[in-house]
């Protein structure tokens, strides 16, 4: 996340509006979509572009949302697109999941493998994650390669590092 702090009220704001609408999902569903929209290098080009009206942008990309938004989301694009914020849709997005994971009781939870991780073993840290930190969890797994062998795992400001790298290092550290 590059700009949270100007992201944030907005938000904060799209957040405050799925609770009321009873939409929590469907907002999610199209703030990913949104993301997506304004990621495209094609798009990025015409939001850069500042000989582009304005309601010809927002017409533009609620073409393409299509019925993934509903007039108030269409609305909140409006007042991103009006007060030039579209490049703050990533922010955005990934603040309000965190409020939606919050509001749940749900932390979320990263682990980083060298290899993609069977559905049993990933279960496993999720449940070992849910009892350590006493709450529900949102599991994501990545791979990187680079880690070489085992897992480090993220949850907020725990950091459990059981990578061959981060043992190399270790041992690295100790010897020198």
Known sequence: MSDTSTARPYAIAAFRQAQEEGALEQWSEMLALLRAVVANPAMADII?????????????????GGEVFSKTAGNFVKVLVYHGRLTLVADITELFEAQRREAAGK??????????????????????????????????????????????????????????????????????
Not at 53 to 60: F, G, S
Not at 111 to 133: C, D, G, T
């Open 48 to 64: 850069a572009n500042p000989r582009v009206e304005r309601a010809k942008l927002v017409e533009l990309i609620a073409s393409v």
């Open 107 to 176: 932390t979320p939870v990263e682990v980083v493998s060298a290899f993609k991780l069977s559905p049993k073993y990933a279960n496993a840290i999720s449940q070992a994650m849910a009892k350590r930190l006493d709450r529900e969890v949102d599991l994501t797994v990545r791979v990187d390669q680079s880690i070489i062998g085992g897992v480090i795992i993220r949850a907020g400001d725990l950091v459990i590092d059981a990578s061959l790298r981060g043992r190399l290092q270790q041992l690295a550290q100790e010897l020198g």
